[in-house]
């Protein structure tokens, strides 16, 4: 049984890189500091967000390790493990249960194409590598699973060390027929971060997003507060927080906003990503950050 902590907001941890695209591991310790101070449900690690395929596994190892021994066990650590190659990601999983990571999660096989049958002999052998929780992490752009929810939970239920599923996808009726499948005996997180109220009508326990390193607190509120039954509270910031991710989205500047954004509230420079990522994003000026997370953050009083 998956413990019952693995609920809630968790930021899905941007990656500080220096100038010269290696892991900056003093500013990695600070967020951290940040996030164990916020007393956030939890930190995902090295996937899309943490830029894993850009990384090498040394500097995911790395990331993972300072991330681990930093946390000190005072937050819940998850640990994408996704990698091309099988064995590169059935070490990782090892490597993450060695350092004492709380799980694992990996995205599906990518680039080539698969079989369902080959797609979830990937996930078993990850499975088997440790005794570490595994979530299985659906990632809608790169998915190769294409079969009926109620069959695609069963198969996910098989698998090896199983605690659940982070599903990025904006399709919320197939997140609750795979939860009427599964029960309690899947947790869900929501990957997709403005329905992350939504979600929990469909079956989620929790969230995990890029946007949630600039949110997580007034996030985790609002969430509170919905599950209770405040769907005001819920309404109006889903309201703001969409807004503000549908003009960063619309003027392709998500790497720019996020470093502008973590810098401007907690003086902490995540840089920029490895190329391609962020190549072509335009610089925010300063006041329109400042306006931008002040109108997210007024909608969670």
Request: charged share 20%; net charge negative.
């Amino acid at each position: 049984m998956v413990n019952n902590t693995f609920q809630g907001v968790w930021p899905a941890l941007v990656t500080p890189l220096d100038d010269d695209g290696r892991p900056n591991h003093a500013a990695i310790e600070r967020l951290v500091e940040l996030f164990v101070s916020q007393e956030v449900s939890g930190l995902y690690i090295l996937g899309s967000t943490g830029q894993w395929p850009l990384l090498s596994l040394q500097h995911r190892q790395q990331v993972a390790e300072r991330i681990v021994q930093c946390a000190a066990g005072r937050i819940n650590v998850m640990v994408h493990v996704g990698a091309l190659a099988t064995d590169d990601a059935a070490e990782l999983a090892r490597h993450a249960e060695s350092i004492g990571a709380n799980a694992v999660s990996a995205v599906g096989p990518v680039y080539y194409s698969f079989s369902v049958d080959d797609v979830f002999l990937h996930y078993e052998r990850i499975g088997h590598a440790s005794t570490l929780p595994l979530f299985v992490y659906h990632l809608r752009h790169v998915n190769q699973v294409s079969i009926p929810a109620r069959d695609y939970a069963l198969r996910v239920l098989d698998l090896p060390n199983v605690g659940g599923i982070k599903f990025t996808d904006h399709d919320l009726f197939t997140l609750a027929q795979i939860h009427e499948t599964a029960g309690e005996r899947l947790r869900l997180f929501t990957g997709a971060d403005p329905l992350f109220c939504h979600a929990t009508l469909s079956g989620a326990v929790g969230a995990i997003g890029t946007f949630f390193n600039v949110w997580a607190v007034p996030a985790q509120r609002v969430r509170d507060r919905f599950v209770a039954g405040d769907f005001e509270a819920g309404r109006r910031f889903t309201a703001a927080f969409q807004s503000a991710l549908a003009e960063i989205i619309r003027r392709g500047a998500i790497w720019t906003f996020l470093r502008s954004a973590m810098l401007f509230r907690y003086k902490i420079d995540i840089g920029m990503p490895r190329g391609p990522l962020g190549g072509r994003d335009s610089e925010w000026e300063e006041e329109r950050v400042r306006e931008i997370l002040t109108k997210v953050d007024n909608a969670a009083e």
